[in-house]
């Protein structure tokens, strides 16, 4: 049969009389996607390597490209829609799985999008908070359910020892990016933003680099099933130890690293030989339940002299609350859940599209069970997976969470573009790459005063939306599911989710 | 003669309701004993600060003969209603002695429930799941208001008792006939409640044990309150702001037993600000009990009174949102909504002063030995 080539998903449409024939757009693209005909002094695109990351378009002196979806890459087919043909012909050159990146893209229900806020009106004046203080400051850690105090005459002392808490300026992180799946420029701008704003980043599995080190007090290490990088002096480094055991995107599997990203700074911070394979398992070999998981979660507070927050991350999956629950019962300070939206650097197609449930009804559901055993206090509950604004953020501290991850927004923030390649690490953001002229392209000061503008714009649209539900402090918003009501969801959706149907008062 | 109450358009048993109201406490920190005719004149003078929905009294001192045991205030649907609660009743506690609790014909007050009074002693054998006696006190008004249809406790504490209905409180006042009571400690409400009818038992003060509330304002923070308390066994039943701040009082002073005075500091927090210049210790006190407390911050705005036997406690939100006035004559303390509720029983008062964002005003009992005599 002919060979049919694969159709080109965008289209580049370059404007002749705009064009100065600076070659630009041919230098830069890591694809190879445009290039240069000197015969006929014109610049042309290979339509099929165009992967629509937009950095052409973006550096364009004369704005004299176009980058657009083909508005008929495939016949139109409800059914056999033009992703499903793509994908069936890739696989049947190759037979092999497909991989993909960042985060679920398909059109699943998006349960923040079909809850509204409340807002007072007469009956409680709201608040301006450019007149009054509206504070947002979170505390992530183990707290005990009552305090026992000394009160003497006019004197207060406090008998209980409290656990190690994880102060946040802004109910804000960003989430495990390793060194390895996102650029080292990439990782310190995410770093300097969490320093300027007082918030946490995360390492993610990759071990530590050498220059993220002063960042020790606003960053979080993982301990993921690979074990790359960890050491005694790795888990003392930072604020908090995080455990990996499942992700958004990929919940189930394992990761894989080739050989041949594992370069000379890779293999240093990865505690691995220069092109050997990181393979992370798909379980933690020293875990196969729940016991070995509390094992794992006090061998890391011994050795870090129980001064840091312990957490356990694992994705949204169908029984999402009884395995927080086991967790918090287990020992963890704070459990993170990832949704279904959660990103990643690589994950195969099937999983990422198909493996794992909305974050919104698992904030729900674990924040409920926490409760009803009476053990919410024991643990922060974290959340992360597709949130996109600051009022994503509110509404799942409505819904339960303590705080949020952000992995996927800090990334757009640093300028990534959503082409979701990461996996073949030429990212021309300079962001999921390790080719150092690439990489150059993300000026960590730069990156990190986006990033920290970003935090500070959420942080001020959180504050806005407060102070018009009367609320003064970002803890009366905590699990207060009376200021949600749902538009256009069904009964038993409602339930899980805990709040009422709009139109109906209190 | 009793209506059946389910005619009611919108009864607000099953809505949270916010509400606008005026408040006042006068408390005699010597336990002289007064009759109910000055609270009633001063509560009257806010007649703008309610709608004729909802208006209570609680009064502390008034059953000095039978203060070894809980006097429950009941309300009923019908005497359906109150046979069954008995029942439940008798099973856990001794009646001692039951009443209708006296009331006048008063034009203005449309009386539609069975209102009755009981003085009870727990039983042995009742107290055995229970850590206390209040234990099980709070947890039968619990058992009773959310699960006997047409029942409910208005107020179950010692030597003192909660009278409320739907009216102006100067009607209600008279209707329950409160000029002959003496006590204490009184407290008012005037309630302006933003629907269209007003339940009784809807109405202020709310009450818990010898716990008494009155409040102006809506709690904003009232789906986090309620969830706080459920993780320690209180069921909100009810849907009125007030009662979360009667069970969180009940839990950090009765079960915590922290003072009045940190209790006040839960509920309306210092500002992060303010903890950041406290001196070393009492900053790391203020933390730790925001940190692990935050969902006893009371949000929105209020000004609230809170009595229990010992003592009656004024406090406002961390912004001041509502108004609230305190003065001070001789041994007598007033707490009220506005300065002219207070100078109208009492004209010349040594001290008048509108107590700060989040500070409260505490008045406690002064404890001499001659003043137990009066008993």
């Given amino acids: 049969m002919a060979k049919r080539r694969s159709t080109a998903d965008f289209v580049l449409e370059r404007d002749d009389y705009k064009c100065i024939r600076c070659l630009a757009c041919v230098r830069v693209c890591s694809y190879g996607a445009n290039f240069y005909d000197e015969r006929e002094n014109m610049v042309f695109t290979e339509n099929r390597k165009c992967v629509g990351c937009h950095f052409c378009e973006a550096i364009c002196p004369t704005e004299a490209i176009v980058v657009q979806h083909n508005p008929l890459a495939i016949r139109w087919n409800a059914h056999w829609t033009s992703e499903v043909v793509t994908d069936i012909m890739k696989q049947a050159e190759t037979g092999g799985v497909l991989l993909t990146s960042m985060g679920n893209d398909k059109p699943y229900f998006t349960y923040f999008d079909r809850m509204v806020l409340n807002a007072s009106q007469v009956t409680n004046p709201s608040i301006d908070p450019l007149r009054e203080p509206m504070e947002i400051r979170t505390f992530i850690g183990k707290k005990p359910l009552s305090l026992e105090l000394e009160e003497s005459e006019g004197s207060v002392a406090l008998k209980t020892q409290i656990a190690p808490q994880l102060k946040l300026e802004v109910p804000i992180m960003f989430s495990a990016m390793s060194y390895g799946s996102i650029s080292l420029n990439a990782s310190k701008s995410l770093a300097k933003a969490a320093q300027t704003v007082g918030t946490y980043f995360n390492t993610g599995e990759g071990g530590l680099h050498k220059d993220l080190k002063e960042f020790g007090e606003n960053m979080i290490v993982q301990c993921a099933s690979g074990r790359f990088g960890v050491n005694v002096d790795y888990l003392n480094a930072g604020a908090a130890v995080e455990i990996k055991i499942g992700q958004g995107a990929k919940p189930g599997i394992g990761g894989h690293l080739p050989g041949e990203k594992v370069t000379e700074p890779i293999s240093e911070t990865r505690m691995i030989p220069v092109g050997t394979d990181a393979i992370s398992p798909a379980p933690h070999h020293d875990i196969y339940s729940i016991e070995d998981l509390r094992q794992l979660i006090y061998a890391i507070k011994e050795a870090t002299r129980y001064k840091k927050p312990v957490g356990v991350k694992i994705a949204a999956v169908h029984n999402v609350a009884p395995i927080a629950s086991g967790i918090v019962r287990a020992g963890a300070d704070f459990v993170v859940i990832d949704g279904i939206r959660g990103g990643t650097g690589a994950t195969p197609k099937v999983t990422r599209d198909n493996v794992g449930i909305p974050i919104e009804l698992a904030i729900a559901v674990v924040d409920k069970r926490l409760r009803d055993e009476g053990i919410r206090h024991l643990a922060s509950i974290i959340v992360a997976g597709g949130i996109r604004k600051s009022s994503d953020v509110i509404k799942a501290i409505a819904l339960g969470a303590d705080a949020v991850y952000i992995g996927t927004a800090a990334l757009v923030a640093l300028g990534c573009h959503l082409c979701q390649k990461c996996y073949m690490g030429k990212c021309n953001w300079g962001i999921a790459t390790q080719d150092p002229k690439l990489v150059r392209r993300l000026n960590p000061e730069i990156g990190a005063r986006r990033a920290a503008n970003l935090l500070r714009a959420w942080a001020l649209e959180i504050k806005e939306i407060l102070g018009g539900m009367g609320i003064n402090a970002i803890e009366s918003l905590r699990g207060n599911r009376d200021v949600l009501r749902g538009v256009g969801l069904q009964e038993h959706e409602l339930e899980i989710l805990g709040i009422k149907p709009a139109g109906e008062a209190w | ?375």
Wanted: glycine share 8%; with cysteine.
């Fill in chain 2, 1 to 375: 003669m009793y209506f059946n109450f389910t005619e009611s358009p919108v009864p607000d048993r099953d809505f949270r309701v916010p509400s606008g109201c005026g408040v006042v406490g006068i408390m005699h920190q010597r336990r002289r004993l007064f009759s109910g005719e000055t609270i009633i004149k001063s509560i009257a003078l806010m007649r703008e600060r309610g709608n004729g929905l909802g208006g209570g009294f609680a009064a502390y001192g008034i059953y000095p003969e039978l203060k070894e045991y809980y006097a429950f205030h009941m309300l009923y649907d019908g005497t359906l209603e109150k046979k069954e609660a008995e029942d439940f009743l008798r099973e856990r506690f001794e009646i001692v002695e039951d009443e209708a609790i006296p009331t006048r014909r008063v034009k203005e007050v449309k009386e539609r429930h069975l209102l009755w009074r009981y003085f009870l002693l727990p039983k042995e054998e009742a107290l055995i799941p229970f850590e206390s006696e209040e234990d099980l006190v709070v947890d039968t008004v619990m058992h009773i208001n959310a699960h006997i249809k047409g029942a409910f406790v208005m107020s179950s504490g010692k030597n003192m008792g909660i009278f409320k209905g739907v009216g102006y409180p100067e009607d209600i006042g008279n209707f329950y006939r409160l000029d002959e009571y003496k006590g204490y400690i009184w407290l008012a409400h005037n309630r302006f409640p933003t629907n269209s009818v007003g339940w009784w038992g809807g109405a202020h003060p709310f009450g818990l044990l010898d716990w008494a509330v009155v409040h102006n304002g809506e709690i904003s923070s009232y789906g986090t309150n309620r969830r706080f308390l459920e993780s320690f066994g209180y069921r909100c039943t009810l849907y009125t702001d007030t009662e979360v701040v009667a069970y969180l009082v009940d839990l950090f002073v009765r079960r915590f037993g922290y003072s009045p005075r940190t209790t006040a500091k839960i509920f309306s927090a210092p500002l992060w600000q303010e903890i950041e210049r406290m001196p070393s210790e009492e900053k790391q006190v203020y933390t730790a009990l925001r940190t692990v407390y935050g969902g006893a911050l009371l949000n929105g705005p209020f000004a609230i009174i809170v009595a229990n036997s010992e003592m009656m406690m004024g406090l406002n939100d961390r912004v001041k949102l509502r108004p609230l006035v305190a003065a001070s004559m001789g041994d007598f303390l007033y707490i009220a909504s506005e300065e002219s509720a207070i100078r109208t029983v009492c004209p010349q008062p040594e001290r008048v002063w509108s107590p700060k964002a989040g500070e409260p005003v505490i008045g406690e009992l002064v404890r001499e030995p001659e003043v137990q005599k009066i008993y």
